[in-house]
Each structure stands twice: as structure tokens, then as C-alpha cells.
């Protein structure tokens, strides 16, 4: 059974993803979480739309 | 002065770079008058030097390649004291956990669950979309939207961030999970969200 972490700490934990790979236990925490919260799965998706975004804006005009 | 060559024809197609040069020395500099500076004073190096471009990369990141000199440069200028003192207080922002405890609760769930966006790639086309994002952007507390900027717009690597910071790359990581939650918050409030823009 992985750690059992809130969206505070998910929410960190996805944040954290984008600049280095997690460990393990972090990982399987953060997969568990995500399985039963769709607010977080909410912002996973919103961190990738972020990305996808500020990449574009430097070639908006 | 006299040798600017404003007849280049490519001095039309640099000068078309400057809001975007503009937003990002105000980004860094969070100063209208030093970015304005910055930026002539990149444009004027950038046409002095029109020859040595090779087109090996987009004239846009090679102004901005300039521009980054002249920042650097500007920062420098107001004094190394003040470099220091914001490195301290980058520090002070991301050791200050305050900002959570208004978004989370005291049970670590969200105080304003996030919503599910509707198609948010269809916003990329809408010129208003933009300004928004771009206002929410300049929302963002000094030191988050400078490195947020750095890290996500400019696509620099967070170890070079770190060492102009001079932050740890941990400190780095909590400024920048603060931008995107502060992001992601005010695009919800002003675009995604419901009765927002974006959503009618």
C-alpha cells in the first residue's frame, strides 16, 4: 500500500514532476492519490495546459 | 548612432520583436523605464551586429539572447547589494508557506477544488485568450513570474536559474509550483471558469 498523501502534497508532488523524475515512493503515492481524486487529476492536466501555453506565448505576438 | 543601419531591411522585421522584447525585460526587471532601456539598448546592439546572425536560430531568440545580456547587465547596474538582498528575499518567498494555507485547507484539500477546462487548446487561437494569460502572468508575485518566465516562456534549464538567482534548485521548484498554482487560479478566475470569458 504506497503512502497515502492530501492534494497539498499531490498538488507539490506534480509540480516537482515537471523539473525531475520522482522517486519511487513518491511516484506510486502521487499515481494512488491521482486514481481517487479528480480535482487533482484536474490540475495534472491544467500543469501540461500551463506548459503547452507558456511554450506557445514566446511565439505570440 | 549615425551607423545604425535603419535602411537594412531587416530592421522592420527586428523592431516587430519589441512588445514581445518589452514583456520580457518587464518580466526580469519589473520596471517599465529599465525595460524600455534594456531593449533599446539590445535593438541598437542587435542592428549593429545584423551581420553576425546566421539564421541558425529564430531572430527572435537571438534578440533575446542579446536582451538577456543587457538585463543581466542592468541588474548589475543597480547594484550588487540589491542582488543580494532579492536573493534573500527569492529565499524568504519560498520558505513562506502561508500562501498554501490559502489555497488548501487544514486537511491539505483545495479550498477552490480545480474544474475541468473545456477545451483548452482551442484558447491558443484567441487573440483574447492572450491577454488574459498575459495579465495573469503579470499578477504573479515578483519573483515567481521572473523565474516562471525564465523556466516555462524561455524554456531555461532550472540549474542556470538557479545559479543567477543564486537560490537553491529545491527554492526554485516552490517558486515555481507557486506560479503555477497562481496561474492556474487566475485563468480559472478570468477565463476557464464559469461566467468567466472563455467559458460563454
Keep these: 500500500m ?60 | 548612432m549615425s551607423t545604425t543601419p535603419v535602411t537594412d531591411p531587416r530592421f522592420a522585421e527586428i523592431e516587430s520583436h519589441r512588445p514581445y522584447l518589452v514583456r520580457y525585460a518587464l518580466s526580469q526587471l519589473r520596471d517599465g523605464q529599465l525595460a524600455e532601456e534594456a531593449v533599446q539598448e539590445a535593438l541598437l546592439a542587435a542592428l549593429e551586429s545584423i551581420s553576425s546572425f546566421g539564421g541558425k536560430s529564430s531572430l527572435r531568440t537571438w534578440l533575446t539572447s542579446i536582451l538577456r545580456f543587457k538585463v543581466i547587465d542592468l541588474q548589475r ?10 536573493a534573500a528575499q527569492v529565499d524568504a518567498v519560498a520558505d513562506d508557506e502561508a500562501w498554501l494555507d490559502d489555497l488548501f485547507d487544514e486537511t491539505g484539500h483545495w479550498r477552490i477544488p480545480p474544474q475541468a477546462w473545456s477545451d483548452p487548446e482551442a484558447c491558443l487561437e484567441q487573440r483574447r485568450f492572450w491577454e488574459v494569460f498575459e495579465r495573469c502572468l503579470d499578477r504573479l508575485p515578483g519573483a515567481a513570474g521572473r523565474i516562471f518566465f525564465k523556466r516555462e516562456i524561455l524554456g531555461e534549464e532550472t540549474d542556470a536559474i538557479c545559479k543567477d538567482e543564486r537560490i537553491t534548485a529545491s527554492n526554485c521548484w516552490v517558486i515555481l509550483h507557486r506560479a503555477r498554482l497562481g496561474l492556474r487560479a487566475c485563468l480559472e478566475k478570468n477565463w476557464f471558469g464559469a461566467g468567466a470569458e472563455g467559458a460563454r
Excluded: I, W
Design chain 1, 2 to 61: 504506497p503512502a497515502k498523501v492530501n492534494c497539498r502534497e499531490a498538488s507539490r508532488l506534480l509540480s516537482v514532476a515537471c523539473e525531475r523524475a520522482l522517486e519511487a515512493g513518491e511516484s506510486e503515492a502521487l499515481q494512488y492519490h491521482l486514481g481517487r481524486c479528480l480535482m487533482c487529476r484536474n490540475f495534472e492536466s491544467q500543469l501540461k495546459f500551463l506548459r503547452k501555453a507558456a511554450q506557445r506565448f514566446s511565439t505570440e505576438d
Design chain 2, 77 to 86: 547596474r543597480a547594484g550588487a547589494e540589491r542582488q543580494l538582498f532579492d
